[in-house]
DNA sequence: CCAGACGTTGTT
DNA sequence: GTCTGG
DNA sequence: CCAGACGTTGTT
DNA sequence: GTCTGG
C-alpha cells in the first residue's frame, strides 16, 4: 500500500516534469518539498482542463469526499488509498472515476518491513530518481466559510513480484508517458483499459533500501529520509562495483550470504546521493552488476525486462454529471 | 418514500 | 452526490 | 502509514 | 489492545 511518500521536487522541477507553464499551477504557493510526507500533506498533482491541457494543482493528500458535512472534522487518513479493483463498484470512489483522474508527482514512497521486533522503513523509488506517477482520484470540498479543499487519493493494486517481500499491495504506477495520458485524457475509460493501467508496476527499475527509522515519526524531515541505511548486519547491501543498491534477493534464497562484502561508505554516499538528488529527468541508469547475497531484500537485478520508460484554495467546480465507467 | 452510509490497511 | 436498506 | 496516549480520586 | 494525532 502506499500511506508515507517523498516529494522533494523544488516548483520548477515540477513544472518541468508535468510539462505545464508556470501559470497553471493552482495554489503552487501552498507545496513545500518534503521528504517525508503522508496523508494531510499537499502535493503537486497533475490533471486536465476541460479543453484537455495539462495543468497542476496543490492537493491534499487523503480523499475527502465532496459530500462530506461542513461541521464533520475532516479526516486525510479515511481514504488515502483506493483499491484500484473496486473503485468501479464504491460509491465513494466510482463517482469520481469519470471525470477526477489525477497523476501524483512523487519521488518515492516508503513501506515498512516487519523484521524481527521492529519495523524497518524502505524507500522505493524509480531508478536515478526519476519521478513517479501514480494514479489517483480528486475532489473538492467547501468548508462553512466557502473554502474550497481539494484532495485526492492514491489508487492501489497487487504488488508485483518484485515488491511482494515488503508487502501485497503497492500504489498503482503509471509506466509510461502513454498510460499518463490515457489516465488523464478526459472521458471516459473502458473497463478494459482501466484495468490494465491499474496494473502492478514491473519495472526493473524499481529500487529500495533501507532507511533511518527515525523517518517512521511523521513530522522527521531529515535528508536521511532517503539515505541508505548502514547497518552490519546487511554489508553487502551495496555491489562491490559501485553500481546501483542491493542485490537482488527474491528475498526468499536469501539466507544464504555468501561472500559478502562489506559496505563501502563512498559508494553509500553515492548511492544516496543518486536517489536523492532530485533529477527531474534524469535517465534511467541500470544496475549492471547481478546477483548478490542478502539477507535483506534488495532490487532484483533481473526480472523480464520491461516497461522502464521512461489552506485554502479557491476553484470553481462545475456540478459535473458523472457518467463514467462505461463498460 | 426516507435514512444512513459512503474507506483501506493490517492483524488476529 | 449516490447507492443501499428498510 | 507510524507514534503516542490510554485514568480516577483526592489533596495540595 | 485500541483510539487519537500527525
Not at 262 to 285: I, Q, R
Not at 303 to 318: D, I, L, N, P
Amino acid at each position: 500500500m502506499c500511506g508515507r511518500a517523498r516529494c522533494a521536487l523544488d516548483r520548477d522541477q515540477v513544472l518541468a516534469v508535468a510539462g505545464v507553464p508556470a501559470d497553471r499551477w493552482r495554489d503552487y504557493e501552498f507545496f513545500l518539498p518534503k521528504h517525508n510526507l503522508g496523508p494531510g500533506s499537499r502535493t503537486p498533482i497533475v490533471r486536465r482542463d476541460e479543453e484537455g491541457g495539462a495543468e497542476l494543482q496543490t492537493m491534499t493528500w487523503g480523499l475527502v469526499p465532496s459530500w462530506t458535512k461542513k461541521e464533520e472534522k475532516l479526516d486525510f487518513f479515511r481514504m488515502f488509498n483506493a483499491r484500484s479493483e473496486t473503485v468501479p463498484e464504491k460509491t465513494v470512489f466510482s463517482r469520481l472515476l469519470g471525470s477526477k483522474r489525477c497523476v501524483v508527482l512523487l519521488n518515492g514512497f516508503y513501506e515498512w518491513a516487519q523484521e524481527h521486533k521492529t519495523k524497518q522503513p524502505y524507500y522505493i523509488y524509480l531508478d536515478g530518481d526519476r519521478v513517479m506517477r501514480m494514479a489517483g482520484l480528486y475532489d473538492s470540498w467547501q468548508d462553512a466559510e466557502g473554502n474550497w479543499l481539494t484532495t485526492y487519493t492514491i489508487l492501489t493494486t497487487d504488488s508485483s513480484k518484485r515488491l511482494q517481500w515488503i508487502h501485497d499491495r503497492m500504489p498503482v504506477i503509471l509506466p509510461d508517458a502513454q498510460a499518463e495520458e490515457a489516465w488523464l485524457q478526459n472521458g471516459v475509460l473502458d473497463s478494459k483499459q482501466y484495468t490494465a493501467l491499474c496494473s502492478p508496476y514491473n519495472g526493473d527499475d524499481l529500487q529500495w533500501f533501507p532507511v533511518t527509522t527515525a523517518m517512521s515519526k511523521p513530522d522527521f524531515q531529515g535528508p536521511e529520509c532517503c539515505k541508505p541505511l548502514k547497518r552490519q548486519s546487511i554489508a553487502t547491501f551495496f555491489k562491490p562495483k559501485n553500481t546501483a543498491l542491493a542485490p537482488e534477493p527474491e528475498a526468499e534464497k536469501l539466507q544464504t550470504s555468501e561472500a559478502s562484502t562489506p559496505l563501502k561508505n563512498e559508494e553509500g554516499a553515492d548511492a544516496a546521493k543518486a536517489a536523492c538528488s532530485v533529477k527531474a529527468e534524469a535517465p534511467p541508469y541500470h544496475a549492471d552488476t547481478k546477483d548478490t547475497q542478502e539477507a535483506i531484500p534488495g532490487p532484483a537485478a533481473s526480472q523480464q525486462g520491461t516497461v522502464s520508460a521512461s489552506k485554502r484554495q479557491r476553484q470553481e467546480e462545475k456540478p459535473d454529471k458523472d457518467r463514467y465507467y462505461v463498460q
